[in-house]
């Protein structure tokens, strides 16, 4: 599905009025509600800057909103579906010079787009670059104990997430929070700087330095089919390595990952279908298809179903 929305209008209305940008075009690649928030932010920049804005829509099949907002807002639209050679055919046909945003996007730039003289890709990682570059990064960083992660804005080059630095900030991570709610809490932190950076994006003035060099063995990627620890634990594990496991693998009712499994004596392979860290020993009713782990001064109360 695809179509244009008003672009002879949109060039016409979008003439600049107070400052001049080095790129005649705008296109985002985005998802989720910080997406919608740039797109919006884009759209009201746009009468001050004069660019020709577009919204391109890549792995998506259900409605997400994008294509009523772009109606809106007279934003040029197209969907690719899951079809990657059709989005990669549509970059390489663009000739104007044209600030690509990638925004919670699935899409990998091939090399062939990335060296075209006249585009150039930021992109907003939800890490702090150069730790955990690929997928699921705030799984990741809970799972290896960090206590800040944060987003990293970035110029896109032939590598993955591995372009020049333009923008990060830290975020806390507390000892119970989530994959969803680390995710919910780094968007907010890259509008913030999606905010800071884009006149100087527009102006061409954006001062940009190289990422770290990552000691020891190598820059890791992660990949969207790996799963911390293999997606199993044992009940003999230390309690705060399974809390830390579920804490990271947690993203509420959009599941990422296949639920974890342990074996449960009496009970067999199981899958974990629920969890909390509770103080309440009341609270901990032994019931059917419940565990309890000692936790400090508290105790992990598992749902299992049994496989």
Not at 109 to 114: D, H, L, R
Not at 203 to 222: H, I, M
Not at 271 to 288: F, H
């Amino acid at each position: 599905m695809k179509y244009y929305l008003s672009g002879r209008m949109q060039m016409e209305r979008n003439k600049p009025m107070d400052r001049k940008t080095v790129y005649d075009n705008v296109v985002l690649l985005g998802s989720e509600k910080i997406g919608k928030k740039i797109l919006r932010e884009l759209v009201r920049l746009r009468e001050e800057w004069g660019y020709r804005l577009s919204f391109f829509e890549y792995n998506h099949l259900k409605p997400t909103g994008y294509e009523r907002m772009c109606e809106e807002y007279d934003v040029e639209y197209e969907s690719f579906g899951k079809d990657k050679s059709a989005l990669t055919e549509k970059l390489l046909r663009i000739n104007d010079k044209t600030l690509v945003f990638s925004v919670r996007n699935t899409y990998l730039f091939p090399e062939m787009v990335v060296k075209r003289p006249n585009i150039s890709i930021v992109n907003c990682h939800s890490a702090l670059l150069p730790k955990y570059p690929g997928r699921n990064s705030p799984t990741w960083a809970i799972f290896c104990g960090e206590s800040v992660s944060g987003p990293t804005w970035h110029w896109i080059n032939a590598g993955i997430d591995s372009g020049e630095i333009l923008w990060q900030r830290e975020c806390q991570i507390d000892e119970d929070m989530k994959a969803y709610e680390l995710t919910k809490q780094i968007e907010d932190c890259s509008y913030e700087g999606f905010l800071e950076i884009i006149e100087n994006l527009l102006s061409g003035t954006a001062k940009s330095y190289p990422q770290p060099k990552v000691d020891g063995e190598g820059r890791k990627l992660y990949l969207s089919k790996e799963i911390p620890a293999n997606g199993k634990f044992c009940m003999e594990d230390d309690p705060e390595y399974i809390y830390r496991l579920l804490r990271a693998v947690d993203y509420g009712p959009n599941p990422v990952f296949p639920k974890l499994r342990t074996e449960i004596e009496g009970a067999g392979l199981v899958e974990i279908t629920g969890y909390k860290k509770s103080m309440n020993e009341e609270c901990a009713l032994k019931k059917t298809g419940r565990v309890r782990i000692p936790y400090g001064n508290s105790e992990l109360i598992l749902k299992y179903r049994i496989i």
